[in-house]
């Protein structure tokens, strides 16, 4: 029951990567503490290792359709590298019931995002010929990749559910690209993440393999078809399962 549990969830969460540059690893943590009985400080390290190996294989397709802007994504990357030490710090720090309170905060505000998303794109980063704007783009890709990158050690989320928007909204850059971008950027943060863990790291392997395998078949096929595919409505579907679950988190905490 727990294989099939495990692999299920994993195809889920790859194939949210793959169709929406993110959202899968907002679901990787409650997944691994109550469905299947990993111990917080095991399911954090191990929801990086799942969601950055499945979003770097889920960018493939992106980079041979060049639908990722790299300089942004380095930025984003760099930035996040530090603050990801940072928020595993704090989350050695914090009793498991505060840290998975914070969680649940975090979903609500999330799923709050997704249903209120007004399609717009911002304009900081874009230049006429396509190329980026840095004297407007730096100012705002620098906070948005500490607050990530923060983020995602402390929670063990890739954060793609915030890079995307923050892409979009605020430096102008069109969802495809967003997409491939955020992909990109979740693969460097959970590397850094993992690398903040990597003292007291224990983990069943077995079920790690198991995960990250069906996490990469979902993204890849996800990422192959995702353009046929509405990803608005499933945006505002995937919005009300992340309410649910940061309901499930609250009662359980």
């Not at 990086?48 to 930025?75: C, D, H, N, Y």
């Not at 590298?81 to 019931?97: D, H």
């Not at 004297?135 to 906070?143: E, H, K, L, Q, Y």
């Amino acid at each position: 029951m727990t294989v099939a549990l495990t692999l299920a969830l994993g195809t889920v969460i790859g194939s949210l990567l793959g169709l929406l540059g993110g959202g899968g690893s907002i679901l990787a943590v409650p997944v691994l503490v109550y469905a299947l009985g990993i111990p917080l400080e095991q399911a954090v390290p191990m929801s990086l290792i799942v969601v950055g190996t499945a979003s770097l294989f889920g960018a493939f397709p992106k980079v041979t359709a060049r639908e990722i802007q790299w300089p942004v994504a380095a930025v984003f990357a760099a930035t996040g590298l530090l603050a990801a030490f940072a928020g595993s710090a704090v989350n050695r720090m914090l009793p498991p019931s505060v840290t998975m309170t914070g969680f649940a905060i975090v979903m609500v505000v999330a799923g709050i995002r997704m249903l209120t998303e007004t399609g717009g794109t911002g304009t900081a980063c874009r230049a006429v010929d396509s190329s980026v704007n840095w004297r407007r783009c730096t100012s705002r890709a620098i906070p948005a990749g500490l607050g990530v990158g923060f983020l995602t050690g402390l929670f063990g989320v890739g954060g793609g559910f915030l890079i995307v928007p923050a892409l979009v909204l605020l430096l102008g850059i069109t969802m495809p690209v967003a997409v491939g971008t955020s992909l990109v950027i979740v693969t460097a943060n959970s590397a850094s993440g993992v690398l903040a863990y990597l003292g007291d790291l224990t983990l069943d392997w077995g079920l790690v393999g198991a995960f990250t395998a069906t996490a990469i078949a979902g993204s890849l096929i996800a990422g192959r078809f995702g353009k046929r595919i509405d990803t608005s409505h499933l945006q505002k579907w995937f919005a009300y399962l992340i309410f649910a679950v940061a309901g499930l988190v609250v009662l359980q905490v």
